[in-house]
C-alpha cells in the first residue's frame, strides 16, 4: 500500500542503508545501528541488503508520478532522479570495491575515501531530496505582482511572462537534449537501433551476460539496474519507448545538418503559441486578480522545469564512464548508456513539452503549462486551474 507514510518508511531505509555503504568500515552509523563495512563480502552482503529497497522506492515513486497533484507528480519526479544519480554513485562504488578486490588490495588500504567519484558529501544531498528534507519545489518569487494595479499594466506583464517562460524552456530542453543526444550521435544506425530497443526493456538478463560474477561485481550491475529503473520510470515503459522512437528521428535529422532548437521550436510551437496567448491577453475581459494570478503561475513554470533539467543534467555526467566499461565488466554497456542517453533527452524533451502545452504532445499530460494557465484564467474567467 503507498500511503505517505509507507513511502516515507520506504525512503528512510533507502537513505539509512546507502549511509552505511558508504560508511568507513567499522563506523557505526545510520538512525538503525548499522556499521561501515568490514570486508568486501561485508560491503557485498550489505549492497544485496540495499537493492530490494532500491526497487521497492523506485515503485512508490513511480506510483506517485500517477497522482492528481502536480506538485506530488514533480517531486516524484526530481526525487526520481536524484535516485537514479544515487543509484549510479553506488555502483560506480562497488565496480572500484569489485576492482580492488580482484587485485587482492587489502581491505584497510580502501578506506581513502576516493573508490569512487561519489562521496558521503554528494551521496548526502541527493538523500536530502529523496527524504523531502530538502526543498523540491517548484515555487519561484512571483514576477512583478507587487507592481501591477491596472489593467493595461497586467496585459503587458503576461505578455513578457509568457513570452520569456516559453524561450527559457524551449532554451533549456534544446541544450540539455542536445547534452544527451550528442553523445549517441557516433553510433551507427544498428547501434542506434539495438539502443532504442532497450528502452524499456527488463535489462537485467542482458547485464547477467557479463562475464566478471563475483558478488562485487553482480552487485554493481544491480544498482546500475536499478538507476536504469529510476529514470524509465520517469516516463513510464511505453512512453519511454515512444519517446525513443520520436529521439531516434530527430538524431536523423540532426546528422542531416538540422538544430535541435530548430527541431524543437517545430515540435513546441512557441512563437505560434506566444502570438496567440498575446492576442487573448490583449482582448480578455478578465479582471486584475485573475492576471495577476496567471502571471504568477506561469513565473513558476520555468523554476520547476529547471529542477528537473538540472538533476537530469547530474545524472547524465554521472553516467559518461559507464559506457567505456569492457563487456567482461558490464555486457553491452556502451548500448546500455546510450539507452540511457536516449531516454533522459527524450523525458527533458517531452516534460518541456508538457510545459509549454505542446500542441504537438498528446501522450503526456502532468502540469497545466503556459498555453492552459493563460486560457484558464483569461478565458473562463473563473480563475481555475486545471
Known amino acids: ?126 538523500l536530502q531530496v529523496i527524504l523531502g528534507q530538502a526543498e523540491v519545489s517548484s515555487q519561484t518569487t512571483e514576477r512583478g505582482e507587487g507592481e501591477i494595479t491596472d489593467i493595461p499594466t497586467a496585459r503587458i506583464e503576461l505578455s513578457n511572462t509568457v513570452e520569456d517562460t516559453l524561450h527559457l524552456i524551449l532554451k533549456r530542453a534544446s541544450q540539455t537534449g542536445e547534452l544527451a543526444i550528442t553523445r549517441v550521435m557516433g553510433l551507427g544506425v544498428t547501434e542506434l537501433a539495438q539502443a532504442v530497443g532497450f528502452v524499456g526493456m527488463d535489462i537485467a538478463g542482458v547485464l547477467g551476460q557479463s562475464e566478471n560474477v563475483s558478488r562485487l561485481y553482480n552487485a554493481f550491475r544491480d544498482f546500475f539496474n536499478r538507476a536504469y529503473e529510476s529514470v524509465i520510470k520517469l516516463l513510464g515503459r511505453k512512453l519511454a519507448e515512444t519517446a525513443a522512437k520520436q529521439v531516434l528521428e530527430w538524431i536523423q535529422e540532426l546528422k542531416e545538418g538540422a538544430k535541435l532548437n530548430d527541431i524543437l521550436e517545430r515540435f513546441y510551437q512557441t512563437e505560434q503559441t506566444t502570438e496567440n496567448l498575446q492576442q487573448l491577453a490583449d482582448s480578455s475581459t478578465a479582471n486584475l486578480e485573475q492576471f495577476i494570478t496567471a502571471i504568477q503561475s506561469i513565473s513558476k513554470l520555468d523554476a520547476a522545469y529547471r529542477q528537473q533539467i538540472n538533476w537530469a543534467e547530474k545524472v547524465l555526467q554521472g553516467s559518461r564512464w559507464f559506457g567505456t566499461l569492457s563487456a567482461a565488466t558490464l555486457s553491452q554497456g556502451d548500448l546500455l548508456v546510450a539507452s540511457l542517453y536516449i531516454t533522459l533527452g527524450g523525458y527533458v524533451i517531452l516534460v518541456g513539452a508538457d510545459y509549454v502545452d505542446s500542441p504537438n504532445l498528446t501522450l503526456l499530460d502532468c502540469v497545466p503549462g503556459v498555453r492552459r494557465i493563460v486560457e484558464n484564467h483569461l478565458v473562463t474567467g473563473d480563475g481555475g486551474n486545471s
Open 1 to 126: 500500500m503507498n500511503t505517505p507514510d509507507a513511502s516515507l518508511e520506504i525512503a528512510h531505509n533507502y537513505a539509512d542503508k546507502v549511509r552505511v555503504l558508504f560508511a568507513a568500515s567499522g563506523e557505526p552509523t545510520g538512525e538503525r545501528g548499522g556499521r561501515g563495512p568490514n570486508s568486501a563480502q561485508d560491503l557485498a552482503q550489505q549492497a544485496e541488503s540495499l537493492s530490494p529497497v532500491s526497487a521497492s522506492l523506485t515503485s512508490v515513486l513511480a506510483v506517485q508520478q500517477t497522482n492528481t497533484d502536480p506538485t506530488m507528480r514533480f517531486q516524484s519526479s526530481v526525487k526520481l532522479l536524484a535516485k537514479a544519480l544515487t543509484d549510479l554513485e553506488i555502483s560506480a562504488y562497488l565496480y572500484q570495491a569489485a576492482l580492488e578486490e580482484e587485485e587482492g588490495t587489502t581491505w584497510s588500504n580502501n578506506q581513502s575515501g576516493e573508490r569512487s567519484f561519489a562521496n558521503l558529501r554528494s551521496i548526502e544531498e541527493n
